[in-house]
């Protein structure tokens, strides 16, 4: 009897301990531990370490997207323009750089810094237009950037043709594209960088406050002092600026100008945002949940891939994990709810 | 599916006293009561809402719950309107033992509640709001002109000027709950519940509504009763059940029981009074406005002014301008005509930044709407306005730690309950968020408060912290104003109330004349006059 209730207590001990852990990460790490732990027994070649940087590499794209989608979501927004912004960038950062590296043969580093600048200040600029209908113009964010995506995705269009840019510097490729640090690619160290200045953007400045004010009620922002239209403006141009910075590691990788890159990226943002338990409408949101939110889809698809499932099959899996995620976050709102009284 | 009415004529009846007699013979008869609740008992996961609650409602009674903020009401009329279930306890309605299990069940019983929270959808009609979910249909087909002809009918007995076809977000607050009180009135009633009705009601719609509530008493209604309000109380209320903690405290006749003893009994304790005494000190002039008028219209031609070591209040009818005129000094109408001086500084047009940088704080009515970011914590609620403070922030960057130890004070001084900065505001008591909205503009140096209805849904005990603040504030030599709807709160905290009157001033009253008829004599009087 005595001893009955003993296990009984224990196991009441553990189930608290579950309950309060579930509550403070979230869901998403134990699906992460979940997935690995299915895709190490699906592939012998998923749980390696060549393959694990490949996975960190992959998804690098995907969390700089995502974590600049996160300011527009925090706001009480969206960016569906995150696509056209990727593909833009690359157009005008290939054609420039291809441009003056063809006048110019002999400097190099000029044509890939003067391409990069022109690629992220085209993406920026889409993000800014974002920001001003938002914010000055009261559009809706949703039709703001679905608007502004068509009016990119033409523009970008036009500017090719609809071919692909060639003919920017080898260096380029081998530097942003495939180059590594410590052995490790170039990519992930950008977008190791980009946590770094966007989590003490979130969480160290008042500006970063900010976001999750106005999210939270914007009409207590407001009456607190702060210029709410200028913190919305900034929330489209960090998201534009983080899907620039996308755009141009893509560029490099690819190693062309791409007008039809990204197209995928706004509702992959939002998913990975949504699962990392960013709010829909707006005011709670964190950068470290966002990256593994990213890492969790990237992980999903190449697990996937090596499992040698099929890639329509894969779309399904993808759907149904959003939902399943989404739905154990109501889930841990009710357990946090019973917790805390 | 047809609506059944209760049906009621508007008439002269006089003051319930009969009514009250009646009762106490009906009680002393033994007669059948309406509902009974016996050990009711209510427990979250780590929590126990409700604890052995009684409460007995007899036919044609009203029943006032009386507790403070977190003291239960609100869970308790939710097990009896079908929201929540006990976890423990019977409920007896008319003598038989009854389970309810929806919020439909129950008004089909004929038990109606009309919540705090409002139920209603903005973008429908007043008309499609009160029958929604029993809608007149002519073989599946609705039938909008019998229901637009009904509602006129409920609206009409009740005596709210509202329109049927007129769409709910365009109204106001007092109206919508107009609205939520004509819902409860579309069935037949056994039982009633109001929670504050009257709350965003002005003293004629509030008296139309106490007419009602007499009418139903006459016809056997059960009525349960919640308010802060110890003039209702005296007014309408016929016995009184008191909650503290979830507990059940007492049972009394309101007759009997003066308002000294409801305190004591509500919050445990010895409360003094309500209202402090404040040693006014005008000096300097901090405020002064002249002839403004606004572009929408809510404002024409008003100047006041206000000192440092003073309490102005605003008194008015809702839609008299009281809150937009402070409004517009913030910056948060625009301005047609006039200016507006602070400090002797002309601020016409200010926005709230600006304001704030000068010391002009304005503290919003709705914490909901305007007031706090309900899903984000304590902390940083409270140190929103006043993060660019030097010793808050460095460059762009915040000092968290010093901004720790700020909100906490702060917290501390106004004594939140429970003591977690950390927590999100929406999981607060009413009570307690309006202290966190109030120690935001501790965080700034501030010249002038404006409090815009400082005490809207808080208790008793609450009311006298928030009111010893405020007095705080001006004895400490600032210049505080208070715009309010409730009488006593004007009439014992300010030594010079303006009376506003569709966005004009219609009156400046000093010191001792500061009276509750000279207040209202000025509210209505021009009505009168038409």
């Known amino acids: 009897m005595n001893s009955i209730t003993k296990t009984q207590q224990e196991t009441r001990k553990i189930f608290y301990w579950f309950k309060v852990t579930f509550v403070r990460l979230g869901v998403l790490p134990f699906l992460l531990v979940l997935a690995i732990a299915i895709f190490t027994f699906l592939s012998d070649n998923f749980l390696t370490g060549r393959n694990m940087m490949n996975v960190l590499r992959q998804s690098s794209y995907l969390m700089l997207v995502a974590m600049g989608q996160m300011f527009a979501l925090l706001t009480g927004g969206f960016d569906l323009s995150v696509g056209t912004i990727v593909a833009i960038t690359s157009v005008v950062g290939a054609t420039v750089m291809a441009s003056i590296y063809s006048v110019y043969p002999e400097s190099v580093m000029l044509a890939i810094s003067i391409g990069i600048i022109a690629g992220v200040a085209a993406g920026i600029t889409i993000g800014f237009v974002n920001g001003l209908g938002v914010s000055i113009f009261n559009v809706n964010p949703f039709m703001m950037t679905l608007g502004m995506s068509s009016v990119g995705f033409g523009i970008a269009l036009y500017m090719t043709g609809g071919t692909p840019v060639y003919g920017m510097p080898a260096e380029f490729s081998d530097i942003f594209g495939f180059g590594q640090l410590l052995s490790i690619p170039s990519p992930i160290w950008v977008c190791f960088l980009s946590i770094i200045v966007l989590t003490i953007l979130a969480n160290w400045t008042r500006t970063g406050r900010y976001f999750y004010a106005v999210g939270g009620n914007l009409k207590a922002a407001q009456l607190s002092g702060i210029n709410t239209r200028k913190v919305l403006m900034f929330a489209y141009v960090i998201s534009g600026a983080a899907a620039a910075v996308c755009g141009i590691l893509l560029t490099a990788r690819l190693d062309t100008g791409e007008a039809n890159i990204g197209s995928n990226f706004p509702l992959e943002s939002i998913a990975a945002c949504v699962i990392a338990g960013v709010s829909l409408r707006g005011g709670a949101g964190r950068i470290e949940n966002v990256v593994l939110g990213a890492l969790f889809i990237s992980l999903i698809t190449n697990g996937m891939n090596l499992a040698r499932i099929e890639s329509y099959l894969q779309t399904v899996v993808i759907g149904s994990l959003l939902i399943i995620a989404v739905i154990a976050d109501q889930v841990r709102l009710k357990v946090m709810a019973n917790l805390q009284d | ?530």
């Open chain 2, 1 to 530: 599916m047809v609506t059944q009415q209760a049906h009621i004529t508007v008439g002269d009846i006089p003051m319930a006293v009969n009514a009250r007699e009646e009762i106490n013979k009906l009680c002393a008869k033994d007669v059948q009561p309406l509902l009974e609740l016996k050990n009711i008992t209510k427990q979250y996961p780590g929590v126990t809402a409700l604890q052995d609650i009684q409460l007995t409602v007899m036919p044609g009674e009203v029943h006032i719950l009386f507790g403070e903020n977190g003291a239960g009401k609100s869970t308790l009329i939710s097990t009896i309107a079908g929201v929540q279930h006990p976890t423990e306890g019977q409920i007896l309605f008319k003598g038989e033992p009854t389970i309810l299990n929806s919020v439909h069940e129950a008004r089909g019983l004929g038990i109606s509640a009309v919540f705090q929270e409002f139920s209603l959808v903005p973008q429908l009609t007043v008309a499609q709001n009160i029958f929604l979910g029993a809608e007149d249909q002519n073989y599946g087909i609705l039938d909008h002109r019998e229901n637009n002809r009904k509602a006129k009918e409920i609206l009409d007995r009740l005596g709210f000027e509202l329109v049927p076809e007129s769409k709910v977000e365009y109204l106001g607050r007092a109206e919508h709950q107009m609205i939520e009180i004509a819902k409860a009135f579309r069935s037949d009633l056994s039982i009633l519940i109001l929670d504050e009705p009257t709350a965003s009601l002005t003293d004629r719609e509030t008296n139309r509504l106490f007419k009602l509530v007499n009418q139903l008493r006459e016809k056997g209604v059960g009525i349960i009763y919640i308010t802060h309000r110890m003039s209702e109380i005296k007014k309408i209320g016929d016995r009184i059940t008191v909650l503290r903690d979830g507990k059940y405290i007492t049972t009394v006749n309101a007759k009997e029981s003066s308002e000294d003893q409801l305190l004591t009994l509500m919050t445990g304790r010895v409360i003094d009074k309500v209202f402090p005494t404040v040693k006014f000190n005008p000096q300097g002039l901090v405020l002064e406005v002249r002839n403004l008028s606004t572009t929408d219209g809510s404002l024409k031609n008003v100047s006041i002014d206000v000192r440092e070591g003073e309490i102005v209040g605003l008194a008015g009818l809702v839609g008299s301008g009281k809150s937009e005129l402070l409004r517009s000094c913030f910056g948060l109408h625009n301005v047609s005509e006039g200016c507006v001086m602070f400090n002797g500084e002309n601020v016409t047009g200010f926005g709230p930044k600006k304001m704030l940088d000068r010391g002009f704080f304005y503290n919003p009515p709705d914490r909901k709407n305007e007031g706090l970011a309900m899903i984000r914590n304590c902390r940083e609620n409270i140190t929103l306005p006043s993060l660019d403070r030097e010793d808050l922030s460095s460059g762009p960057f915040l000092k968290r730690y010093k901004e720790l130890i700020l909100a906490k004070s702060l917290a501390t001084k106004l004594q939140l309950h429970p003591m977690n900065i950390e927590r999100e505001v929406e999981h607060f008591s009413g009570g307690n968020q309006q202290k966190v909205l109030l120690a935001k503009c501790l965080t700034r140096n501030v010249k002038l408060y404006v409090f815009d209805e400082p005490t809207v849904g808080v208790d008793v005990g609450t009311r006298t912290e928030i009111y010893q603040f405020i007095a705080a504030l001006c004895e400490a030599g600032a210049a505080v104003v208070i715009i309010s709807s409730d009488l006593p709160e004007i009439i014992h905290l300010s030594n010079r109330a303006y009376v506003m009157y569709r966005g004009e001033l219609k009156k400046e009253l000093h010191e001792n004349d500061i009276t509750e008829q000279n207040l209202l004599k000025n509210f209505f009087e021009r009505e009168e006059e038409q």
